[in-house]
């Protein structure tokens, strides 16, 4: 597939980036974009091609090498003062996405930049965690009644905590999808296949399948788009992962199937198959296809994911399509009357911040 | 080529067009913008700056735009675009130039971190680098002009690089951004130095840049050693006073001032250690007196 240029060519192939003539100025310019330089320089190193890469490119490369190192660090540190707060409490708190990745050691963390922790609970724990991070000095950011009131009643998280002193920012989550959604999977069930993870007592993440699952409601359960291809190259790397184990498969369609997440992983599969030659057995496309929406809505999809997930904010065509994706992320989240007051809320607060 | 040998109307079209890629030092930036002001400090100021051909890959892709629909008449503004990406929020439009300059700084300080970055200004004499690491106030582009102007070799006024690698002080010679009464003050001091229009009611208040010297511009490739860390505290009518300062002061003032000292991690400890054990650290209290000051950095550097 042609339309993402480069940053798609050499995501399939870092051996693809070395074009005459070169390319690689869009190639540093679409990685940065999509969130994507440290895992790409993380390719480079690991293909032993990073001595061939020019001065110029590779300086951005290497320096998104030494950020992601920062990061992780940092991320590895807030997870053991994330530990420290909750000590006690009784239950393991689930790593979600970059950090879970990290900490359990699986193939996304690979040069991923990502600063956010985000930590899954159980919902009857969520005041107890509330308190215990504000204990220790998080502070929740949205001030706005609102936003308070968006997120504690309808979300399926708290509002973001940052530290005090740290400036960093944790995300507690006690479902994956919104409370006012469409679709409910049975959260508790996430819990029970939980996976500790050796070394660290009190953290678990995802099961295999779950964790897939996760990351694909994550990107196609949402209305922001802009980091679209970056957590899709992390669903892509969990199925080449995991997906070394052919009875992987059976269970994530199964899997997908009894949490009413069907359509999202059909969407995932797709999708990395299509941009990222993400090698997924037939017998599991078909099962998954089982899922897949009608042939308009197919078609309408498929050109609005196509476009919303190329990493070119400047296009028009990038732009518009992250628009509808908005409108649809919305509606899957909540019922009409709800998201109308809470885009008409939204729509108002921007026109007042604008300075006069 | 250099900007000041671009045909007669060729940056105009540049800026408006695919960019105008200009050598920075070791940075390429790709700069568009169709504000007749940011061309006429462009010319102004990287007069003698490398204009580089399109094929050359470039660090970063900037662009200085006016807001689009009723700020296009109402109180215009200017918005500073990292490709599609506007990472500030839009200034006056008056202030399209100091904006880019900002945004540049915050494209190489975010970045670049084959560098360690120091929030302060440098200078070179005789292959070695004052630095003077220092918060907005401290008088240190004052200072650093006026150096400048007395024959001290620009690196740069508000960014010090220095190598990961190799621990050198990299060049990267752009514009001395003055503040409020250091314009009136540089402007005596130094009535040769070429400055853009004053640019009132910035965040900084107001501001107008100095062009760099050309020599300064033409050296950019040549980095230098660590000479001396010298601390700045100006205090209006203060008599002068250039007084040792502890290494370890002067570094936990580095560490301070340094955009991405714990993005480096231990090497940035090492470096930093490396910079100022090799270094002469003083701290610098003055009142004004540019001409006074000037000798003393003069002797000092004698001295060495």
Redesign the interface.
Same mark, same amino acid.
């Given at each position: 597939m042609k339309s993402y240029g480069m940053l798609g060519e050499t995501l399939r192939d870092t051996d693809r980036a070395f074009t005459d003539p070169p390319h690689w100025d869009e190639l540093v310019r679409r990685a940065r974009e999509a969130d994507l330089l440290g895992t790409l320089a993380h390719r480079f190193d690991a293909s032993g091609r990073m001595v061939d890469v020019p001065r110029g490119p590779r300086k951005h490369l290497e320096s998104a090498a030494v950020l992601g190192v920062a990061q992780h660090r940092a991320v590895a540190r807030e997870v053991r003062e994330i530990l420290r707060a909750v000590d006690g409490l009784g239950f393991p708190v689930i790593l979600l996405k970059g950090a879970g990745y990290l900490i359990a050691n699986l193939p996304p963390s690979r040069g991923r930049l990502f600063s956010d922790v985000d930590i899954l609970v159980p919902k009857a724990q969520l005041p107890a965690v509330e308190s215990a991070l504000m204990l220790a000095g998080y502070a929740t950011t949205h001030h706005h009644p609102h936003d308070q009131r968006y997120y504690r009643r309808w979300m399926h998280e708290l509002p973001p905590m940052q530290h005090i002193k740290r400036l960093t920012v944790i995300d507690v989550h006690h479902a994956i999808v919104p409370e006012t959604a469409r679709t409910h999977p049975d959260t508790p069930e996430f819990f029970r296949a939980a996976v500790p993870i050796a070394g660290w007592p009190g953290v678990a993440v995802l099961a295999p399948t779950d964790m897939v699952l996760h990351s694909a409601t994550h990107l196609f359960h949402n209305e922001e788009f802009s980091h679209g291809l970056r957590d899709l190259v992390d669903i892509d790397q969990l199925l080449r992962h995991f997906g070394t184990d052919a009875q992987f498969w059976t269970a994530l369609t199964e899997r997908a199937g009894r949490m009413n997440l069907g359509r999202l992983l059909y969407y995932a599969l797709r999708f990395t198959a299509r941009l990222l030659g993400t090698p997924i057995p037939q017998s599991t496309m078909d099962a998954a296809s089982r899922y897949a929406p009608g042939r308009v809505t197919g078609a309408l999809m498929d050109r609005l994911l196509l476009d919303g997930l190329r990493p070119t904010a400047g296009l028009r065509s990038t732009r518009f399509a992250r628009r509808l994706l908005y409108l649809r992320g919305h509606w899957l989240k909540m019922p009409v009357p709800l998201l109308a007051w809470h885009l008409t809320v939204k729509t108002f607060r921007r026109e007042q911040q604008q300075p006069a | 080529m250099i900007v000041s040998e671009l045909p007669d109307g060729e940056l105009h079209r540049l800026l408006g067009r695919s960019g105008l890629r200009l050598r920075l030092g070791p940075i390429?930036a790709n700069i568009a913008s169709p504000f007749e002001t940011v061309e006429a400090a462009l010319a102004l100021h990287y007069a003698s700056h490398e204009v580089l051909p399109d094929?050359?890959?470039?660090?970063f #892709?900037v662009a200085v735009d006016p807001v689009p629909g009723l700020r296009r008449w109402i109180r215009p503004q200017a918005y500073f675009r990292f490709?599609? &990406?506007p990472p500030f &929020?839009p200034l006056a439009a008056s202030q399209a130039f100091p904006l880019l300059e900002w945004g540049l700084n915050w494209c190489i300080s975010a #970045?670049?971190?084959?560098y360690l970055i120091i929030h302060g200004a440098v200078v070179e004499r005789a292959g070695r680098a004052l630095v003077m690491p220092a918060p907005p106030g401290s008088g240190k582009s004052t200072l650093c002009a006026a150096l400048v102007a007395r024959g001290w070799r620009l690196l740069s006024d508000e960014l010090t690089l220095i190598d990961v690698e190799t621990r050198r002080f990299v060049p990267l010679p752009r514009p001395v951004s003055l503040k409020n009464e250091s314009i009136r003050i540089i402007a005596e001091f130094w009535p040769e130095a070429r400055m853009s229009p004053v640019v009132h009611d910035t965040l900084k208040g107001s501001v107008a840049h100095v062009r760099p010297p050309s020599a300064s511009v033409q050296l950019a490739d040549q980095t230098a050693v660590p000479g001396w860390i010298v601390l700045p505290a100006f205090r209006a009518g203060e008599p002068m006073a250039l007084t040792p300062l502890a290494k370890s002061t002067g570094f936990m003032r580095l560490v301070e001032n340094a955009f991405n000292y714990?993005?480096?991690?231990r090497r940035g400890f090492d470096i930093l250690a490396d910079v100022v054990a090799a270094s002469d650290c003083r701290e610098f209290r003055y009142g004004g007196q540019l001409n006074d000051a000037i000798a003393v950095f003069d002797d000092l550097a004698r001295v060495r």
């Open positions: - | 390429v094929s050359e890959f470039a660090d #892709h490709d599609a &990406n &929020n #970045h670049c971190h084959q714990s993005v480096l991690g």
